[in-house]
């Protein structure tokens, strides 16, 4: 089975510019999660989604960050205008809230880099 | 509030070593979820192992091993006979549940170990 995917994996762009990061979560999971890891801050959750309507977005860093969940199989996270301090490691997860395997599972992540 | 401490930033072993990787956490629910995740070089986070604070049954898989100890608030990875490909930084995580539902996920912030051959 696939497991989550997550497009670019690396991505390279100038102070200002938009940048759309994608994910597509494992077929039948009902939670997807932004989590954005940098060495100063660790790993931190960013918004979660639960079928597609977002739930949490208190760790969304400010206005320029937002996520969308058009459907189960595809989410979005833009910033925009971006800035040097969103150079980050940004991971997607899902998860399928059973009660018995609710565990997130992550996919490989982007690597932004905001010159 | 929760909070996860992994009071190793690194540690270097040699292989065939046994070590083990401390984990700490801190919270008020009576119900909640520990994790490990594995990040080797490439970046990738892999789920290694889930444990239910109701259960304190410690687990063995393979040459890795967890200890978890309500009393003392700590869930310890051991890993026996490392190996280099064993070099990655853990995270230990935690997450309460409510609504029968975990969410967010508190990460520790990571030990780096390094097997040497």
């Known amino acids: 089975d696939a497991g989550v995917i997550q497009s670019p994996r690396h991505e390279v762009t100038e102070m200002g510019q938009e940048v759309t990061l994608r994910c597509k979560p494992i077929?039948?999971?009902?939670?997807l999660f932004w989590y954005r890891q940098t060495m100063m801050r660790g790993l931190e959750l960013l918004i979660y989604?639960?079928?597609?309507?977002?739930?949490?977005d208190s760790g969304m860093p400010e206005d320029r960050f937002s996520a969308k969940m058009p459907n189960a199989s595809f989410s979005t996270l833009k910033i925009q205008p971006s800035e040097p301090r969103d150079s980050a490691v940004y991971f997607c997860?899902?998860?399928?809230?059973?009660?018995?395997?609710?565990?997130?599972?992550f996919g490989p992540g982007t690597r932004l880099t905001v010159l | 509030a929760q909070k996860v401490t992994q009071a190793q930033t690194e540690i270097s072993v040699v292989e065939k070593e046994d070590v083990t990787l401390d984990c700490v956490y801190e919270?008020?629910?009576?119900?909640?979820?520990l994790f490990w995740y594995k990040q080797p070089p490439s970046g990738e986070l892999v789920f290694l192992i889930r444990?239910?604070?109701?259960?304190?049954q410690n687990e063995i898989s393979g040459r890795y091993s967890w200890n978890f100890q309500k009393s003392t608030s700590s869930f310890n990875f051991t890993i026996t006979a490392s190996q280099v490909v064993d070099s990655a930084v853990y995270f230990c995580?935690?997450?309460?549940?409510?609504?029968?539902?975990?969410?967010?996920?508190?990460f520790g912030t990571g030990t780096l170990l390094a097997v040497q051959p």
């Open positions: 997860a899902s998860r399928f809230a059973s009660g018995i395997t609710d565990t997130q599972y």
């Open positions: 077929s039948g999971h009902d939670y």
């Open positions: 989604f639960n079928n597609n309507v977002p739930i949490d």
């Open positions: 919270t008020r629910d009576t119900t909640y979820y």
């Open positions: 444990r239910n604070s109701f259960d304190e």
């Open positions: 995580a935690l997450s309460e549940a409510y609504g029968g539902a975990t969410n967010k996920l508190i």
